[in-house]
């Protein structure tokens, strides 16, 4: 989810529409749940500009986490894993370590930084803009259909137990089916 923060933050807004796959290969023992263990989901933003996200839980296999952004002047690309930020184009630039911030360290320190001086930080609604462009790629995926922004948003899904208890044991629900499982 962290990358699709990013591909908001950059583009300055969410995805009008997913229209995801994904499946089970390895991942199907009972003690995983229904949960697939790859996606791929094409992501529409305004003006018909899109981002490709995938991602996949498969022990044994090449492993990233990136973003690269392309556009008309040129690309970017995030890559925290190896610490290498780039930008190519007109104006090219390169992450090197004397300007190492770490972003999870700027990220508190940037919230101390809004309660000293008094101006709050309220990061709410890109989190949770976020989170529903995961579950809308997610719909998309196990439903086999494409999933506007407002049908995500408008979802009467019910992921959650009506009562919760601590002594209580959750069934597991059953896989989805994409072209069988509705969309809900």
Same mark, same amino acid.
């Given at each position: 989810?962290?990358?699709?923060? $990013?591909?908001?933050?950059?583009? %300055? @807004? =969410?995805?009008?529409?997913?229209?995801?796959? /994904?499946? #089970? *290969?390895?991942?199907?023992?009972?003690?995983?749940?229904?949960?697939?263990?790859?996606?791929?989901?094409?992501?529409?933003?305004?003006?018909?500009?899109?981002?490709?996200?995938?991602?996949?839980?498969?022990?044994?296999?090449?492993?990233? $986490?990136?973003?690269?952004?392309? %556009? @008309? =002047?040129?690309?970017?690309?995030?890559?925290? /894993?190896? #610490? *290498?930020?780039?930008?190519?184009?007109?104006?090219?630039?390169?992450?090197?370590?004397?300007?190492?911030?770490?972003?999870?360290?700027?990220?508190?320190?940037?919230?101390?930084?809004?309660?000293?001086?008094?101006?709050?930080?309220?990061?709410?609604?890109?989190?949770?803009?976020? @989170?529903?462009?995961?579950?809308?790629?997610?719909?998309?995926?196990?439903?086999?259909?494409?999933?506007?922004?407002?049908?995500?948003?408008?979802?009467?899904?019910?992921?959650?137990?009506?009562?919760?208890?601590?002594?209580?044991?959750?069934?597991?629900?059953?896989?989805?089916?994409?072209?069988?499982?509705?969309?809900?």
């Amino acid at each position: 989810m962290h990358n699709l923060d $990013v591909v908001n933050w950059a583009m %300055g @807004t =969410h995805p009008e529409q997913a229209m995801g796959m /994904g499946g #089970r *290969q390895v991942r199907t023992d009972p003690k995983y749940g229904q949960i697939f263990d790859h996606f791929a989901i094409d992501y529409k933003y305004p003006n018909d500009v899109h981002l490709m996200s995938m991602c996949r839980q498969i022990d044994g296999c090449a492993q990233g $986490v990136y973003e690269v952004l392309v %556009g @008309t =002047h040129g690309t970017c690309t995030t890559d925290d /894993g190896r #610490r *290498q930020y780039k930008i190519n184009g007109p104006t090219n630039w390169h992450f090197t370590r004397q300007e190492d911030n770490q972003p999870y360290v700027q990220e508190h320190a940037d919230l101390i930084a809004s309660i000293r001086e008094g101006k709050p930080l309220n990061e709410l609604k890109n989190v949770a803009e976020s @989170t529903l462009t995961a579950i809308m790629g997610r719909m998309s995926a196990y439903t086999g259909k494409a999933v506007s922004w407002e049908k995500a948003l408008n979802s009467t899904e019910e992921l959650m137990p009506t009562k919760l208890d601590w002594a209580m044991s959750l069934p597991v629900g059953p896989v989805a089916t994409p072209g069988k499982t509705p969309l809900v």
